[in-house]
């Protein structure tokens, strides 16, 4: 079964607010990567956490990792119009390189 | 310093054709990953590669896909027979070992088969 399952939102906030996304993986993993899709684009990549981190900040976004739950979540503070875009997350079981995509989480940032 | 170059970027195929997406990974880079995505969905793993050989094709589909990256030259995704279903996004992505963590993912090609 696919690892990293989004809460299947889509959000829709105003410019200069926070967004919050969640992300649910079923077995161990090595690390979890969070993307970033802009429509019809290809992926970004824009932070990794390891299993044995608990919070990564990178600018204006902030990961963490409870492993215990099997669970991660991605905020991004002050929202831009440009954040815009399909957010994904991403596991790496040990052993492997695969990464195991969720289904994506669309964020709509109203200017 | 080119990213992960892919090509095309759109094809259009009719049933029963054959399609190849090439995949140029970024220069020092000698893993290639390949993955599907649907319309609304995620992406899913299909393959990965190093030079001439297939490290783990655990998600391609027994029939009519391959994938090589030979030595010299991009990796070449090549499905025969296309039906409708194929119709997806093909992205490849490049790492330069095993085992670094981060893959850098091209624009992808949208294929669609009329």
């Known amino acids: 079964s696919q690892q990293g399952e989004e809460d299947p939102q889509a959000l829709s906030i105003q410019e200069g607010e926070n967004a919050t996304m969640n992300c649910s993986y079923k077995?161990?993993?090595?690390?979890l990567q969070w993307y970033r899709q802009n429509s019809g684009r290809g992926l970004v990549h824009l932070i990794l956490?390891?299993?044995?981190?608990r919070e990564k900040h990178s600018g204006r976004l902030r990961v963490t990792l409870d492993t215990s739950k099997k669970s991660s979540s991605l905020l991004i503070t002050a929202s831009r119009a440009a954040d815009t875009a399909s957010y994904f997350c991403?596991?790496?079981?040990?052993?492997?390189?695969?990464?195991?995509f969720g289904k994506g989480n669309q964020v709509v940032v109203i200017p | 310093n080119a990213g992960v170059m892919q090509n095309p970027r759109h094809l259009v195929r009719r049933r029963g054709q054959e399609a190849r997406l090439r995949c140029s990974p970024m220069?020092?880079?000698?893993?290639v990953y390949w993955y599907r995505q649907l319309p609304e969905e995620g992406l899913k793993f299909m393959v990965y590669?190093?030079?001439?050989?297939?490290?783990?094709e655990s998600g391609m589909p027994k029939e009519r896909f391959s994938a090589e990256f030979p030595k010299e030259g991009p990796s070449i995704l090549r499905i025969q027979q296309v039906v409708r279903g194929d119709s997806a996004a093909y992205f490849c992505?490049?790492?330069?070992?095993?085992?670094?963590?981060?893959?850098?993912f091209g624009p992808g090609t949208r294929l669609l088969v009329l």
């Open positions: 220069k020092g880079h000698s893993h």
């Open positions: 077995t161990s993993i090595n690390n």
């Open positions: 590669l190093q030079k001439e050989n297939i490290i783990d």
């Open positions: 956490i390891r299993s044995n981190e």
């Open positions: 992505a490049s790492s330069s070992t095993s085992t670094q963590e981060t893959q850098y």
């Open positions: 991403a596991t790496v079981p040990y052993g492997n390189n695969r990464l195991a």
